[in-house]
């Protein structure tokens, strides 16, 4: 009886309280990113940048936030706009009531936790993505392909088709130019029922997955990238039986692999500080050691990427 009530008036803070006037605090952080040291000044305070970077505090508001960077004798006024807080969303799970609370109130507003300020430039123009300069510099690449589509031939099968979920990726960028890179990677995908791999028995169904490893050059324009290059991938298909009644006639498991060569195409955008959402079409056309070497497969992968950069 008490843990009931007491969920009741949980529930009914929240209902009257909003998820953003409850979980947001009264300020909001900010990470300002330069390419050159330089002097932020916000609301008559001054910070220097350390390894260029510095963060302020603000005050959690409809308003604009403004602040200004100094270098030598250039200054830049730069103003960040507000925007809705993501727990200010979270208020669909009250049923929408959560949005009546949360509407006057500034704690529903949020700002970009990360600003990126190129020193050269001389707009007063913020990014979203980092200004220093990448010409030499080494990235590590962890991904993980989330919605996977499969189109193998396996021997004596025909066409199979499949989409499912759940993959690893792992491997580096090297920026040989301001706008290439060179992009090593070793990548398995998997076509599971579910995006997490869980211990699920007695499940019927083809089996497919590939393990590959890639070499691409790739060219950054802005926010976006994309690539062209060569793999080497190990195709997987299986059948698996699951429980079978014994009155009805029994399909054994199987299993064939084959190893294959083609080409490879990337293209990502970037969303976050180091995160990436792209899409990997890898198509083969040579298969090792198999009767009929010259056909069509491919994979097909929606990826969720973090691209590292590693040293300053």
């Given at each position: 009886m008490r843990s009931t009530v007491a969920l009741a008036v949980i529930v009914l803070c929240l209902l009257l309280s909003g998820c953003a006037g409850i979980l947001n605090s009264h300020t909001r952080e900010i990470n300002i990113h330069t390419t050159k040291p330089s002097q932020i000044v916000f609301e008559g305070d001054t910070t220097f940048t350390v390894n260029n970077k510095a963060y302020i505090v603000v005050k959690r508001q409809k308003q604009p936030v403004a602040f200004s960077v100094i270098r030598n004798d250039t200054v830049k006024t730069l103003s960040?706009?507000?925007?809705n807080s993501i727990n200010f969303y979270a208020n669909v799970y009250t049923w929408g009531i959560g949005f009546l609370a949360d509407w006057d109130n500034p704690k529903r507003y949020s700002y970009r936790s990360h600003v990126f300020i190129?020193?050269?430039?001389?707009?007063n123009r913020t990014y979203r993505y980092d200004q220093r300069s990448r010409k030499n510099k080494l990235y590590l690449h962890?991904?993980?392909?989330?919605?996977?589509?499969?189109?193998?031939?396996?021997?004596?099968?025909g066409n199979q088709f499949s989409v499912g979920c759940?993959?690893?990726?792992?491997?580096?960028?090297?920026?040989?130019?301001?706008?290439?890179?060179?992009?090593?990677?070793?990548?398995?995908?998997?076509?599971?029922?579910?995006?997490?791999?869980?211990?699920?028995?007695?499940?019927?169904?083809?089996?497919?997955h590939t393990l590959f490893a890639s070499i691409s050059n790739n060219h950054a324009v802005r926010q976006f990238t994309f690539g062209y290059g060569l793999t080497v991938a190990?195709?997987?298909?299986?059948?698996?039986?699951?429980?079978?009644?014994?009155?009805?006639?029994?399909?054994?498991?199987?299993?064939?692999q084959h190893t294959a060569a083609g080409l490879i195409f990337t293209s990502y955008v970037k969303?976050?500080?180091?995160?990436?959402?792209g899409v990997i079409y890898r198509p083969t056309f040579f298969r090792f050691n198999?009767?009929?070497?010259?056909?069509?497969?491919?994979?097909?992968?929606?990826?969720?990427?973090?691209?590292?950069?590693?040293?300053?």
């Open positions: 960040l706009r507000s925007r190129n020193s050269g430039e001389s707009s962890l991904s993980l392909p989330h919605v996977n589509a499969f189109y193998f031939k396996p021997k004596g099968q759940f993959g690893l990726a792992i491997g580096l960028d090297y920026y040989y130019r301001e706008k290439q890179f060179l992009s090593v990677t070793t990548d398995l995908a998997a076509n599971l029922p579910t995006p997490l791999p869980l211990p699920i028995s007695d499940l019927d169904g083809d089996d497919m190990q195709n997987s298909w299986g059948y698996n039986p699951g429980w079978q009644d014994d009155s009805f006639p029994q399909r054994k498991q199987q299993r064939e969303t976050g500080r180091s995160f990436n959402v198999t009767p009929d070497p010259l056909e069509y497969e491919h994979y097909l992968g929606i990826d969720l990427a973090w691209k590292i950069r590693l040293g300053r």
